[in-house]
């Protein structure tokens, strides 16, 4: 949920090498933004003591504060965007949060559920608090530790010490990195269900709530376990259990670099990341089959064997990736003939789920990190049933935790509005439907080789679309007064009805509905009144016949009550014109790959319409990238 950074570097005869800590924690908060903006902060280790600024508000509000009182340059500093959850986006509730008589510094992603309890425990000894946060409480538990467990001893690993102890007693869901005024050349951090990674410098070393946060200086990275603790300095990464136990994290590689995440010369990173889409379905699809058209699909470390004994599949997800997972379900069910079911995550493990080893649960996720997901997968492996992650980051916590992973290859995804990460999914998900299909034999090869070539000319194809996408961008600035926009779809429409409504909730805070199309009749056709803007997403005409007449149908009864039609088709589809006030056309391709192309209009519309309206489509009100609480 929030954005978290860390750094220490080393001196050579008193003076800087390299980077200034202050530098590198600005430039990975930038970077991090995206995962939380109601406030920001830096503290800095020097001669002895911790300096820090914090302003609520964006980033831009912190560095007019350092500009206005500048912190000297250090080798030690940590730094945070936050994402409120305990206590409102104000100058006192942001990070970092002071301790030890202002000698501890420490920041925080995730919630601690027992904090109520921990505080009570610290009032009575006398404890003053001056936010609303959780955080806080956390600081002043490590403080306590520190004076009363450990006699005040930061030298010789006190730090590390007292987090391994108050992490002992803290509950719930968090990242914690700390630094303190006697230990200046160390940053001790812990994580449990929350996300931390380290980055490995020479003479230098970097923490942060994802790679970005060090992207810019170094591209080798450790994977961190669950629960574990980890001391860096300048020439060192230790990394421990709570209990102070030896423990080992695994290195990996970044496999993309810092301009991958710059605007590259667009208005804004959802705009780029629009553009992006083709290079990302592309990527995707990249290396997962043979001369021969078979799928290969190497990541998935689950025994066939067991993969063919599968009778129900259940796909998690929140958000816009469960609606990839809903165009999952209509591929796999055709493809397979296994019956799939699509939860949200947030839902499942409450209503007691049947679930046993022939269960196959297959996770979306592009962060590898929403906990209402990686809460829903641990429980179903708990009930014995097999999981595959299907992700956008290399080294997050679901893959990690899945028996297998599939991972999309979209690129960092900035924006918190998601685009090509959602098209990246329903890409991954169609080579699982495909993979499975080939293992049981529910498919020719052939057959599976003749996808393949359409899932192969899709990146063209979006292409196009994007290259034609003028005249709807000319639609959307004239509706920009729009208060209520509705979004029909049958078949894999209908998800692609939802995931449009929802884009323009989160941008432009518009009210949108996104209804399957036959149910209009059932009670939604009451919202239609004069002038109503009513988004169609049509079948192709050379699918199922009847499943395009019907819908045919649809925009003719919200036509007749009033509704103004706007109407997205495949190309040659020349029966909608005459019930359609506006038609934007995609290119032709089968009826279950469709929503690779009909949701980038709808995503091109919400894009323009919410920048027409002067809104920050990149960091939408109230939302963060990656949700990292329940």
Same mark, same amino acid.
């Given at each position: 949920?929030?954005?978290?950074?860390?750094?220490?570097?080393?001196?050579?005869?008193?003076?800087?090498?390299?980077?200034?800590?202050?530098?590198?924690? @600005? /430039? !990975?908060?930038?970077? %991090?933004?995206?995962?939380?903006? &109601?406030?920001?902060? *830096?503290? $800095?280790?020097?001669?002895?003591?911790?300096?820090?600024?914090?302003?609520?508000?964006?980033?831009?509000?912190?560095?007019?504060?350092?500009?206005?009182?500048?912190?000297?340059?250090?080798?030690?500093?940590?730094?945070?965007?936050?994402?409120?959850?305990?206590?409102?986006?104000?100058?006192?509730?942001?990070?970092?949060?002071?301790?030890?008589?202002?000698?501890?510094?420490?920041?925080?992603?995730?919630?601690?559920?027992?904090?109520?309890?921990?505080?009570?425990?610290?009032?009575?000894?006398?404890?003053?608090?001056?936010?609303?946060?959780?955080?806080?409480?956390?600081?002043?538990?490590?403080?306590?530790?520190?004076?009363?467990?450990?006699?005040?001893?930061?030298?010789?690993?006190?730090?590390?010490?007292?987090?391994?102890?108050?992490?002992?007693? @803290? /509950? !719930?869901?968090?990242? %914690?990195?700390?630094?303190?005024? &006697?230990?200046?050349? *160390?940053? $001790?951090?812990?994580?449990?269900?929350?996300?931390?990674?380290?980055?490995?410098?020479?003479?230098?070393?970097?923490?942060?709530?994802?790679?970005?946060?060090?992207?810019?200086?170094?591209?080798?990275?450790?994977?961190?376990?669950?629960?574990?603790?980890?001391?860096?300095?300048?020439?060192?990464?230790?990394?421990?259990?709570?209990?102070?136990?030896?423990?080992?994290?695994?290195?990996?590689?970044?496999?993309?670099?810092?301009?991958?995440?710059?605007?590259?010369?667009?208005?804004?990173?959802?705009?780029?990341?629009?553009?992006?889409?083709?290079?990302?379905?592309?990527?995707?699809?990249?290396?997962?089959?043979?001369?021969?058209?078979?799928?290969?699909?190497?990541?998935?470390?689950?025994?066939?064997?067991?993969?063919?004994?599968?009778?129900?599949?259940?796909?998690?997800?929140?958000?816009?990736?469960?609606?990839?997972?809903?165009?999952?379900?209509?591929?796999?069910?055709?493809?397979?003939?296994?019956?799939?079911?699509?939860?949200?995550?947030?839902?499942?493990?409450?209503?007691?789920?049947?679930?046993?080893?022939?269960?196959?649960?297959?996770?979306?996720?592009?962060?590898?990190?929403?906990?209402?997901?990686?809460?829903?997968?641990?429980?179903?492996?708990?009930?014995?049933?097999?999981?595959?992650?299907?992700?956008?980051?290399?080294?997050?916590?679901?893959?990690?935790?899945?028996?297998?992973?599939?991972?999309?290859?979209?690129?960092?995804?900035?924006?918190?509005?998601?685009?090509?990460?959602?098209?990246?999914?329903?890409?991954?998900?169609?080579?699982?439907?495909?993979?499975?299909?080939?293992?049981?034999?529910?498919?020719?090869?052939?057959?599976?080789?003749?996808?393949?070539?359409?899932?192969?000319?899709?990146?063209?194809?979006?292409?196009?679309?994007?290259?034609?996408?003028?005249?709807?961008?000319?639609?959307?600035?004239?509706?920009?007064?729009?208060?209520?926009?509705?979004?029909?779809?049958?078949?894999?429409?209908?998800?692609?009805?939802?995931?449009?409504?929802?884009?323009?909730?989160?941008?432009?805070?518009?009210?949108?509905?996104?209804?399957?199309?036959?149910?209009?009749?059932?009670?939604?056709?009451?919202?239609?009144?004069?002038?109503?803007?009513?988004?169609?997403?049509?079948?192709?005409?050379?699918?199922?016949?009847?499943?395009?007449?019907?819908?045919?149908?649809?925009?003719?009864?919200?036509?007749?009550?009033?509704?103004?039609?706007?109407?997205?088709?495949?190309?040659?589809?020349?029966?909608?014109?005459?019930?359609?006030?506006?038609?934007?056309?995609?290119?032709?391709?089968?009826?279950?790959?469709?929503?690779?192309?009909?949701?980038?209009?709808?995503?091109?519309?919400?894009?323009?319409?919410?920048?027409?309206?002067?809104?920050?489509?990149?960091?939408?009100?109230?939302?963060?990238?990656?949700?990292?609480?329940?």
């Amino acid at each position: 949920m929030c954005g978290i950074v860390g750094y220490v570097g080393r001196s050579v005869d008193g003076a800087i090498n390299g980077h200034s800590a202050l530098d590198v924690v @600005l /430039e !990975g908060l930038r970077r %991090l933004e995206y995962r939380g903006y &109601d406030s920001a902060g *830096v503290a $800095v280790v020097s001669q002895g003591a911790i300096e820090s600024r914090k302003k609520s508000g964006k980033l831009s509000n912190l560095i007019g504060e350092l500009e206005a009182r500048p912190l000297p340059e250090t080798l030690t500093g940590i730094g945070h965007t936050r994402w409120a959850t305990h206590g409102g986006p104000t100058d006192r509730n942001a990070h970092p949060h002071l301790a030890d008589g202002g000698k501890l510094a420490v920041i925080h992603n995730g919630i601690i559920e027992n904090f109520a309890e921990l505080k009570l425990e610290l009032l009575e000894k006398g404890v003053t608090f001056l936010s609303e946060t959780d955080t806080e409480v956390a600081a002043a538990l490590l403080a306590d530790i520190l004076r009363n467990q450990l006699g005040g001893d930061t030298a010789n690993g006190g730090l590390t010490r007292a987090m391994e102890l108050a992490c002992q007693r @803290l /509950e !719930g869901a968090f990242t %914690l990195l700390a630094v303190h005024a &006697d230990q200046p050349d *160390v940053v $001790v951090a812990a994580r449990r269900n929350s996300p931390l990674v380290v980055g490995l410098g020479e003479g230098e070393n970097f923490l942060g709530s994802d790679v970005s946060g060090f992207i810019d200086y170094t591209r080798r990275a450790v994977e961190l376990g669950q629960d574990q603790i980890v001391t860096i300095t300048a020439d060192t990464v230790t990394i421990t259990d709570f209990f102070g136990n030896p423990a080992q994290g695994k290195e990996y590689h970044v496999d993309w670099d810092p301009a991958s995440a710059e605007k590259g010369g667009f208005s804004s990173f959802m705009e780029k990341e629009i553009h992006d889409q083709p290079d990302a379905v592309a990527q995707t699809l990249l290396g997962r089959s043979d001369l021969d058209g078979k799928l290969t699909l190497d990541e998935l470390r689950i025994d066939p064997e067991l993969l063919k004994q599968v009778n129900k599949i259940i796909v998690l997800a929140c958000g816009t990736a469960a609606y990839a997972g809903m165009v999952a379900k209509y591929a796999i069910e055709n493809w397979c003939r296994i019956p799939t079911e699509v939860e949200l995550a947030h839902e499942f493990r409450y209503r007691d789920p049947i679930l046993d080893e022939k269960t196959l649960v297959v996770s979306i996720s592009q962060s590898g990190e929403t906990m209402d997901t990686l809460m829903a997968v641990r429980y179903a492996r708990e009930q014995g049933a097999k999981t595959i992650s299907i992700c956008n980051t290399n080294g997050s916590t679901i893959p990690r935790e899945s028996d297998a992973v599939l991972y999309t290859h979209a690129g960092p995804e900035i924006a918190v509005a998601s685009t090509k990460a959602f098209l990246a999914q329903i890409t991954a998900a169609y080579l699982l439907g495909l993979y499975l299909a080939q293992l049981r034999g529910n498919i020719f090869s052939g057959q599976i080789k003749d996808v393949l070539a359409d899932l192969n000319k899709i990146p063209a194809k979006i292409q196009t679309i994007l290259d034609n996408a003028g005249p709807l961008r000319e639609l959307a600035r004239s509706m920009a007064n729009e208060k209520s926009v509705l979004f029909l779809g049958r078949h894999v429409g209908y998800p692609v009805a939802l995931e449009g409504a929802l884009k323009l909730k989160e941008i432009a805070y518009i009210h949108a509905e996104g209804f399957a199309a036959g149910e209009l009749k059932h009670g939604p056709i009451a919202l239609i009144d004069e002038g109503q803007p009513v988004f169609v997403v049509v079948p192709s005409p050379r699918g199922r016949d009847s499943l395009h007449a019907k819908v045919v149908s649809n925009i003719q009864e919200v036509r007749a009550r009033g509704a103004r039609t706007l109407v997205i088709a495949e190309e040659g589809d020349e029966a909608v014109k005459a019930y359609a006030e506006y038609v934007f056309y995609v290119p032709e391709t089968p009826t279950l790959l469709m929503p690779l192309l009909t949701t980038v209009p709808l995503q091109i519309f919400a894009a323009e319409l919410a920048a027409a309206k002067g809104y920050d489509v990149d960091q939408p009100r109230n939302l963060a990238k990656s949700v990292t609480v329940e």
